[in-house]
């Protein structure tokens, strides 16, 4: 019998879906690892081109939470100043080749000015 490596039964998202844990912890993971893992893990077998695929869909996953998370940091920065008027509240940033990057973050309230 003949053996091949495109699986039609692995769709990209499903890859995707099951590698976002690793590969946000290890985004430097080469396709080809992906596939060994997959093998090692469910059986399942695919091609290099569904590994890079799904790992560029994973990429575009995280990318797109982080970003996420950035604009709810700005909503809890705008409550802030909101509710505590006259405190304050200073981001810093940098850009890199990804975009604006997160740095840090410092919040001082009024109530707690001397």
């Known amino acids: 019998m003949l053996q091949t490596s495109h699986n039609i039964q692995a769709k990209i ?3 995707a879906k099951k ?3 690793i590969l946000r912890h290890n985004p430097e993971m080469k396709p080809l690892r992906l596939i060994t893992e997959s093998i090692d ?5 695919f ?4 590994a890079y695929r ?3 869909r994973v990429v575009e996953i995280i ?3 982080e970003r996420d998370q950035f604009t709810y940091l700005r909503s809890y920065a705008q409550e802030l100043l909101n ?3 006259r405190s ?6 940098c850009d890199s080749i990804y975009g604006t990057v997160f740095e840090r973050i410092y919040i001082c309230l009024e109530a707690c000015k001397v």
Do not use: L
């Open 13 to 15: 998202e499903w890859i």
């Open 19 to 21: 590698f976002v844990h």
């Open 41 to 45: 893990k469910w059986g399942v077998k």
């Open 47 to 50: 091609s290099a081109n569904q």
């Open 54 to 56: 799904s790992k560029r």
């Open 63 to 65: 990318q797109g939470a």
């Open 83 to 85: 509710s505590n008027p």
């Open 88 to 93: 304050n509240v200073v981001f810093q940033c």
